[in-house]
């Protein structure tokens, strides 16, 4: 998960939080972030069954206002802004013109004209030179906002109890937002998360994170690390930039083109269009092992790597996804992994891997 804690790290208004309970920290994207407070398992199957409560504070934020704002946004992101309406919520792709990958993100619409889209902390900086690089003829502002928000995920079954019993009216729902007074705080309360579980993410003033981060606990959300949030977004087969995403990825061979709207003309739009019409030569796949764990990097027999491998919390069974060749992806189809030498079978899953009791499928968001 990173090397060893640096003192030129960044640090979240939380971390003497992290620091008190215990946490082991560890450095991740350029921050001093928690991993875990004790067992990794425990916190996962705590989200699953009841509620956990993550410090998100390292991912940034960019605002896009101005007249302008939502054309620029429809040229830079591979979703349709158009049809998201104030106080909606949308995932999509930043891409650069030959369909390379540069970072997956949710943009909120605040008003008509202005958006808040939340990037992964590593690739922060350069998707703020890219917003601005390509604002130049448009009538848009872009600016930086990473530095006035703190940001907290709330998930789990009992997330909107927890969250909503400190909110002083009913909580958004599901990939939508508004302002609300959390714990006496004003935040920006988005009904969206990254394990699979129902929740929402508070963005707020770093200064009011500590007061709010204590009231959530106090009414039962278990503090998670970045070790549980990772073995939970694998569950429900959510991507990790840099796992399952790169500039050398594409959107439709990662499964991703239910996120592109070629039609909108987004910067990359004629290359996914291509790959869409021609098949992509990989795909990306879930799968279960046998026996045993696969890791990132081990290589799969026949052409193909694993991105992303764990024991899967509340499986039981070593879980992961990896691209293979297209031919070879669909499910069921039998694997052989080489981990450390060894190989591995393996079988090609439906996805998600894990699914809610109370639905039949789990969605991104």
Request: aromatic share 6%; with cysteine; charged share 25%.
């Amino acid at each position: 998960m990173g090397a060893a804690p640096d003192t030129a790290l960044r640090r979240t208004p939380l971390f003497d939080r992290h620091r008190d309970a215990g946490a082991r920290l560890v450095a991740f994207a350029g921050w001093e972030m928690p991993v875990q407070y004790g067992s990794v398992r425990d916190e996962h199957l705590a989200v699953r069954t009841s509620a956990g409560v993550f410090d998100v504070s390292h991912m940034g934020e960019i605002e896009t206002s101005g007249p302008q704002a939502t054309a620029l946004l429809q040229r830079l992101v591979t979703n349709d802004v158009e049809r998201v309406p104030v106080g909606g919520a949308q995932y999509a792709l930043l891409c650069r013109e030959d369909g390379g990958v540069l970072d997956d993100l949710f943009s909120y619409r605040l008003e008509p004209d202005r958006w808040l889209t939340v990037t992964n902390a590593a690739n922060h900086e350069s998707d703020l030179a890219w917003f601005q690089r390509h604002a130049e003829g448009f009538d848009a502002t872009v600016a930086d906002r990473a530095a006035d928000f703190a940001m907290l995920a709330v998930q789990g079954p009992l997330a909107r109890e927890i969250t909503g019993a400190v909110a002083g009216s009913p909580l958004p729902a599901r990939m939508s937002l508004g302002e609300r007074r959390i714990a006496g705080a004003d935040a920006l309360v988005c009904g969206t998360g990254y394990t699979g579980e129902d929740g929402v993410e508070l963005l707020l003033d770093p200064a009011d994170a500590p007061r709010v981060w204590d009231e959530l606990v106090r009414r039962g959300a278990r503090p998670a690390g970045l070790a549980a949030r990772d073995t939970l977004r694998l569950e429900v087969c959510f991507h990790l930039y840099g796992n399952e995403l790169g500039e050398d990825r594409g959107p439709i061979e990662a499964g991703l083109g239910w996120a592109c709207r070629e039609d909108t003309g987004f910067i990359g739009a004629d290359a996914v269009r291509a790959v869409r019409g021609a098949g992509p030569a990989e795909r990306l796949v879930a799968f279960t092992v046998d026996e045993g764990i696969a890791r990132q990097g081990n290589p799969i027999a026949g052409g193909g790597v694993v991105t992303s491998g764990t024991m899967s919390p509340s499986l039981g069974v070593g879980i992961g996804m990896g691209y293979v060749p297209a031919d070879r992806a669909a499910e069921g189809a039998r694997l052989e992994i080489d981990v450390r030498g060894k190989m591995r079978p393996a079988t090609v899953r439906a996805k998600p891997l894990y699914r809610r009791p109370d639905r039949s499928e789990t969605t991104h968001g």
